[in-house]
């Protein structure tokens, strides 16, 4: 009796506390072990089984990456901006030109062949006007080539917050220097106690980034490893 009791206390117990530090931010976690969903532990284990894509690029030029990005962003299932960014760019708006908000909203509004369906867009006028005053933007300006400036260059963009920056400069340069804490990562960073449930990217990415950064370097893995594995299962999920 002793012995199952203490099994079964072994299977609840998430280990001792870990503390977690990044740029003078400090939070206290408890780890887990790789078999417990959902702790700390559970990530790790499953970013160390995970294999990564040789590069995160959606587009050949920043220009592609930024358009991308933002017609991927919140509200919308990633295939479905992928395919929307195929249309603008196989339309030729992409070709170094800045093309008009209404040019590019033409291009959104037709039905998207995804498999065997038609998909339509669902922010074909808010988008437009994004992609077009961003592509005008970095037509006359020179962006750095580093990953964590390109990330802040990019929130001057209209409609650009820091997880569409943060994706951008992860996929255009591999850093790892950045975290992209959307849906996915952020469930998983409650779950896990990585981050307070009250948290939220609109008012605390840097916080959350600061934390998931700290999160993969004590388990030992690159952060774009960690978060892509994040998205992968649970987006996979639903």
């Given at each position: 009796?002793?012995?199952?009791?203490?099994?079964?206390?072994?299977?609840?117990?998430?280990?001792?506390?870990?503390?977690?530090a990044?740029?003078?931010?400090?939070?206290?976690?408890?780890?887990?072990?790789?078999?417990?969903?959902?702790?700390?532990?559970?990530?790790?284990?499953?970013?160390?089984?995970?294999a990564?894509?040789?590069?995160?690029?959606l587009?050949?030029?920043?220009?592609?990456?930024?358009?991308?990005?933002?017609?991927g962003?919140?509200?919308?299932?990633?295939?479905?901006?992928?395919?929307?960014?195929?249309?603008?760019?196989?339309?030729?708006?992409?070709?170094?030109?800045?093309?008009?908000?209404?040019?590019?909203?033409?291009?959104?509004?037709?039905?998207?062949?995804?498999?065997?369906?038609?998909?339509?867009?669902?922010?074909?006028?808010?988008?437009?006007?994004?992609?077009?005053?961003?592509?005008?933007?970095?037509?006359?300006?020179?962006?750095?080539?580093?990953?964590?400036?390109?990330?802040?260059?990019?929130?001057?963009?209209?409609?650009?917050?820091?997880?569409?920056?943060?994706?951008?400069?992860?996929?255009?340069t591999?850093?790892?220097?950045?975290?992209?804490?959307?849906?996915?990562?952020?469930?998983?960073?409650?779950?896990?106690?990585?981050?307070?449930?009250?948290?939220?990217?609109?008012?605390?990415?840097?916080?959350?980034?600061?934390?998931?950064?700290?999160?993969?370097?004590?388990g030992?893995?690159?952060?774009?490893?960690?978060?892509?594995?994040?998205?992968?299962?649970?987006?996979?999920?639903?």
């Amino acid at each position: 009796m002793t012995s199952a009791f203490r099994l079964d206390l072994d299977m609840f117990d998430r280990g001792e506390p870990v503390e977690l530090a990044m740029g003078g931010l400090r939070r206290v976690v408890r780890w887990g072990r790789p078999w417990q969903f959902d702790t700390p532990a559970y990530w790790i284990a499953q970013a160390e089984l995970f294999a990564p894509p040789a590069n995160y690029k959606l587009g050949s030029t920043l220009a592609e990456e930024v358009t991308a990005c933002i017609l991927g962003g919140f509200g919308l299932p990633a295939f479905v901006g992928v395919r929307a960014f195929e249309e603008v760019r196989d339309a030729g708006l992409l070709d170094g030109s800045c093309p008009a908000a209404e040019d590019i909203e033409t291009i959104l509004r037709r039905p998207l062949s995804i498999g065997d369906r038609a998909v339509r867009y669902r922010f074909p006028h808010q988008r437009a006007d994004r992609v077009a005053a961003a592509l005008a933007l970095l037509s006359r300006s020179e962006p750095p080539t580093d990953g964590l400036a390109l990330r802040d260059w990019l929130l001057q963009l209209p409609g650009v917050g820091p997880k569409t920056a943060s994706w951008v400069a992860r996929n255009h340069t591999g850093t790892d220097c950045v975290a992209i804490i959307d849906i996915h990562v952020l469930r998983a960073g409650r779950r896990a106690g990585v981050f307070a449930p009250s948290w939220e990217p609109t008012r605390d990415y840097q916080r959350c980034e600061a934390f998931f950064l700290a999160w993969a370097t004590i388990g030992g893995v690159r952060p774009s490893v960690l978060d892509a594995c994040i998205w992968s299962q649970l987006s996979a999920r639903g």
